[in-house]
C-alpha cells in the first residue's frame, strides 16, 4: 500500500500527459472496473454490493492520481450506479430514502477520499525525506571514498620515494613489496565503491584489474605470463582485500623465485566454484618447484608468508602447497556465503 501512496500517475506522466487527462482517465478507468466488479459480483448474489465496490475504486484512484482523480471517481461511479442499479431496484432500496441513501454514500465517499489523500501525501513526504537521507549519505560516502582514495596515494608515494632512494637494496625490496600491498588494498577500495556504496565487492572484476597491475609492477614480459580465470561472485569487502593480499604474496613470490635459469613460464591466477561448499582461490606456476634446502631468508624477514597464513584465517580459508618438477600450486578453499 504504501508503494502505491508513492506513485503519482500525473506527475510520471507529465509532461507528455497533461496532469487533469491523467487524473480524468484513471477516474474513468476505476468507474468501469466498478461496473465490471459489480456485474461478476451480481452473476453470484444477484442485487448485492450495489455501492460497496465504489470505495476501494475512490481509493485507488485518490492514491495513484490525487484527490481529484478520487472525487471524480466517486462523483461517476456513485451516479451512474443510483440511476442505473439503485433507483430501477425497489427491492434494493427498501425503505430508505434515495436521497438519503445518495447522500450517506456521498459523505462515506467524500472520507475515503480524506483518508486516501492524506495517507498519500504522508507516503510522499517520508520517500522525500528517504530521498533526501540516501542523497547526504551518498555525498558523505563519496567524499570519504575521494579522502580515502588520496591517502592511498599519498602513501603509495611516499613508499614509492623512499624505494626509489634505496636503489637496488634489500630495503629497496621491501619498500617495493610493502606498495603492493597498499596497492591491493587500493584496488579492493576502488571496486568497493565502483558500482555505488555497498559492503561487497565483485571478486572476478577486482582480481583481473589486480593481476593486470602485478604483471606490470614484477615487470613480466616476454617469456613469463601472468593469466587470471575468475568467475564472477560478491564477497564481502575484508574477505576481497584478504584475497587480494594473498595473491599479491603468491604471484610475488613466484615471479621472483619459480623461473630461476628459465626465460618462460605461466603464473596462473584462478577463482572458481567449488560445487556447493564454496569457492577455490588457485594460483599455480610451472617453475622449477620449491627446492629442498632452505630459501634465503627474504628482505621482510618472512613477512610475506605470514601475511599470506594470517589473511587465509581472516578469509576463513585452508591453505594447500603441492609442488614438484613441474611447479608449485598453491590452494585456498574458501567457504561459501
Known sequence: MARLGELDLPDRLAPTVPRWVTQLALALLCSAGVEISRSVVNMLAPGSAIFALVFPAIMMAT??????????????????TFFTVYLPAPAARGAINPRFAVFAVAVAAILTVILAETFRRAARRAMAERDREIAARDLMLSEFEHRVKNNFAIVGGMLDIQRRRAGDTPAGEALASAMRRVDSIARAHRHLYRHGPSSEVDVRDYLVDLCAAL???????????????????????????????????????????????????????????????????????????????????????????????????????????????????????????
Open 63 to 80: 492514491l495513484l492520481a490525487r484527490w481529484q482523480s478520487g472525487l471524480l471517481t466517486a462523483l461517476i461511479s456513485i451516479l451512474y
Open 215 to 337: 604483471a606490470e609492477a614484477l615487470l613480466l614480459r616476454g617469456g613469463v605470463t601472468l593469466t587470471c580465470d575468475a568467475d564472477p561472485a560478491q564477497i564481502p569487502r575484508d574477505d576481497a582485500v584478504s584475497i587480494g593480499l594473498i595473491v599479491n604474496e603468491l604471484v610475488t613470490n613466484a615471479a621472483k623465485h619459480a623461473f630461476v635459469g628459465r626465460e618462460r613460464g605461466t603464473i596462473a591466477v584462478s577463482w572458481k566454484r567449488r560445487g556447493d561448499d564454496g569457492w577455490r582461490l588457485t594460483v599455480a606456476d610451472d617453475g622449477v618447484g620449491i627446492p629442498p634446502e632452505p630459501r634465503p631468508a627474504s628482505p621482510d624477514g618472512g613477512l610475506g608468508q605470514r601475511l599470506i597464513d594470517g589473511f587465509a584465517r581472516q578469509a576463513k580459508g585452508t591453505l594447500t602447497t603441492a609442488s614438484g618438477g613441474h611447479g608449485t600450486t598453491v590452494t585456498m578453499d574458501v567457504p561459501g556465503t
